[in-house]
């Protein structure tokens, strides 16, 4: 930092203010344009916000109740998901990580990206047919009978669809 200069801190947001008062403060052309503009800002959000800061919480989770009850409902609503798509753990380490990595990286793409993972691509990421019908609801059941149409012959099966237990051609 300048030596002629050290940051206060305002209500929200530094001012810079001269230290030195034997030696005129350098640059202040450009300090009292950029500090009147930010004493302009902060004079509008106090107008809006009034004692408030703007970033508090919603009136629901304002209070230690409601946020034990909000919890209370978020944990209730997991345990239900876990309870519908419940598989048996791996007794085998390196499986069970496997397995957790694929649930983290399918939980990434789908919720933070709202995306689904494509079948041509694929990388393990579908362990199972409920999986398809979750994902793709009422389009998946579409698409499996067209496929069980066109693909009688097992043309069009693979390691996918063998995983999945959709594969037509006859195992053996």
């Given at each position: 930092?300048h030596?002629d200069?050290?940051?206060?801190?305002?209500?929200?947001?530094?001012?810079?203010?001269?230290?030195?008062?034997?030696?005129?403060?350098?640059?202040?052309?450009?300090?009292?344009?950029?500090?009147?503009?930010?004493?302009?800002?902060?004079a509008?959000?106090?107008?809006?916000?009034?004692?408030?800061?703007?970033?508090?919480?919603?009136?629901?989770?304002?209070?230690?109740?409601?946020?034990?009850?909000?919890?209370?409902?978020?944990?209730?609503?997991?345990?239900?998901?876990?309870?519908?798509?419940a598989?048996?753990?791996?007794?085998?380490?390196?499986?069970?990580?496997?397995?957790?990595?694929?649930?983290?990286?399918?939980?990434?793409?789908?919720?933070?990206?709202?995306?689904?993972?494509?079948?041509?691509?694929?990388?393990?990421?579908?362990?199972?047919?409920?999986?398809?019908?979750?994902?793709?609801?009422?389009?998946?059941?579409?698409?499996?009978?067209v496929?069980?149409?066109l693909?009688?012959?097992?043309?069009?099966?693979?390691?996918?669809?063998?995983?999945?237990?959709?594969?037509?051609?006859?195992?053996?």
């Amino acid at each position: 930092m300048h030596p002629d200069f050290q940051l206060s801190p305002g209500s929200r947001l530094f001012t810079v203010r001269a230290i030195h008062s034997h030696s005129p403060p350098r640059n202040t052309h450009f300090v009292k344009p950029q500090n009147e503009k930010k004493e302009q800002i902060d004079a509008e959000e106090d107008g809006q916000l009034g004692d408030r800061r703007g970033d508090e919480l919603p009136s629901e989770l304002a209070t230690a109740g409601g946020r034990q009850q909000w919890f209370k409902v978020a944990r209730r609503w997991l345990d239900d998901q876990r309870a519908e798509q419940a598989e048996p753990i791996p007794r085998d380490r390196a499986k069970r990580v496997k397995e957790a990595k694929r649930r983290m990286d399918e939980q990434l793409f789908i919720e933070k990206f709202a995306a689904r993972p494509h079948w041509g691509l694929d990388m393990s990421y579908l362990q199972s047919w409920s999986e398809i019908e979750r994902l793709y609801g009422q389009s998946a059941q579409d698409w499996q009978r067209v496929y069980r149409r066109l693909n009688s012959a097992g043309t069009f099966d693979g390691h996918l669809t063998d995983r999945l237990g959709i594969s037509m051609r006859p195992k053996g």
